[in-house]
């Protein structure tokens, strides 16, 4: 079993920043070997996945947030970021982090069902 705890959300302005980790406890010994992934559920909308990251480091975005969105792992901390820039307010969603067991890229990575989900981290951006 991973335990999943989102932290980081918050209000922002458009056009603001905001830096969202995941911190992943329990059964980590094999961090590395999982696909990650930020999604977000907006009220009235399906959750989408926005971002994710392959046990190898590799990185696939939602062509929403190409260029505004980086995700990044640290496996010595067991941990998952999303650094958010030039934030819209379409943006503004519960923000969710996932893991699989895998050893794919993060071209594969996006197409999986996720085992492990985090309760979630609010960001809320205004015009």
């Known amino acids: 079993q991973v335990q999943l705890v989102e932290s980081g959300g918050g209000s922002v302005q458009a056009g603001g920043s905001l830096r969202l980790s995941c911190a992943a406890s329990?059964?980590?010994?094999?961090?590395?070997?999982?696909?990650m992934g930020w999604f977000r559920q907006a009220p009235g909308k399906q959750r989408e996945g926005v971002a994710f990251i392959g046990y190898d480091g590799s990185t696939d975005y939602v062509d929403s947030v190409k260029g505004r969105f980086t995700i990044s792992k640290d496996n010595d901390k067991n941990s998952l970021y999303l650094q958010m820039y030039n934030l819209k307010p379409e943006d503004t969603a519960m923000y969710y982090c996932a893991a699989v067991t895998s050893r794919y890229g993060a071209s594969l990575c996006l197409r999986l069902t996720y085992r492990y989900w985090g309760q979630g981290t609010q960001v809320t951006v205004s015009s």
């Open positions: 329990g059964d980590t010994y094999s961090y590395s070997d999982y696909c």
